[in-house]
C-alpha cells in the first residue's frame, strides 16, 4: 500500500477527535432529512484530495457524484454481472454499493453516506486510481494512452474502472498483493506482442495477471465475481502463463484447466 497523503491524516485525527467525544464544524451540524441525491448539512464527507462527495446518494440520485461513486463500487456488481457507469442510481447500483459495505464491515443498506464516503476515501490516492494499483501498471506501453482504438482520455477512464475491480477482487482474496503484468495497448504495442485484432486491450478495459502467490485459477474464478466480462487463463491458448481479465460489452469466460 502507498503512503497516505496528508489530508487522509488529518482526516483520520478527525475521525479520532469525533471518536472520544470531541467536535467539528461538520458534526455540530444537525442531521436533516433529505430527499434522495439531495445533500443534507449533516451528511457532509470528509474533504478528499482526489473527489469529495457530500450528503448522501441512494436509489433515485443521479449526476456526477453517482458516477464517481459507480467506478469505486465497479468491482462490486454480483457474479456475472457489470455494472453501467452512467450516473443513474438504479437497483444494480445499490445493490453493488451493498455488497461494496459488506466487503468493509459497513451496514449494508446501499445508502452511500459518510461512512461509505470515508472507506472509499481510505482506499483511494489523490490521483483516484486504489492504493493498491497505479496507471503505471495499466500501461506499460506508452505515457500518454494515445493510439488505442478509443481516445486516450476514454481509454485511461476505461483502465481506472479496472483498477477498481481488481482492488474489489484483491480485497475478497485476502489483500495479499497482485501481480499486473500490463493494461493498455496502442494498436501498434498491440501487435508487437501478437494481441488478438479486437483486443480489449486496446479500450483499457484489461490486465494480465501474473500467479502471483494466488496462482492463475483462483485468480480466474474470482475475477467471475467482480465485474470482468472477459476471462482467460490457463487452458485457453497462449494464456497458460497469466490470467486476463476485462470489461467490456458481451462475456466470454475460458479458463478450462480451471473449471472455467
Known sequence: ?????????????????????????ASAIPSTTSAPGSASAGDVGTADACYTWSGTLQEGSSGEAVRQLQIRVAGYPGTGNQIAIDGAFGPATKAAV????????????GIAGPATF???????????????FTYAELNRCNSDW?????????????????????????HAMGDRPMTVNGGFRSVSCNSAVGGAANSRHMYGHAADLGAGSQGFCALAQAARNHGFTEILGPGYPGHNDHTHVAGGSGRFWSAPSCGI
Open 118 to 132: 470515508g472507506k472509499i476515501y481510505q482506499l483511494q490516492d489523490d490521483d483516484c486510481t486504489p492504493v493498491n
Open 98 to 109: 451493498s455488497r461494496f459495505q459488506a466487503a468493509y464491515g459497513l451496514a449494508a443498506d
Open 1 to 25: 500500500m502507498r503512503s497516505r497523503p496528508i489530508g487522509f491524516l488529518l482526516s483520520a485525527l478527525a475521525g479520532a477527535a469525533l471518536a472520544f467525544g470531541g467536535t467539528t464544524a
Open 146 to 170: 494515445s493510439g488505442g482504438k478509443v481516445g486516450a482520455a476514454t481509454a485511461r477512464a476505461n483502465a481506472l474502472v479496472t483498477m477498481w475491480k481488481l482492488q474489489a477482487m484483491r
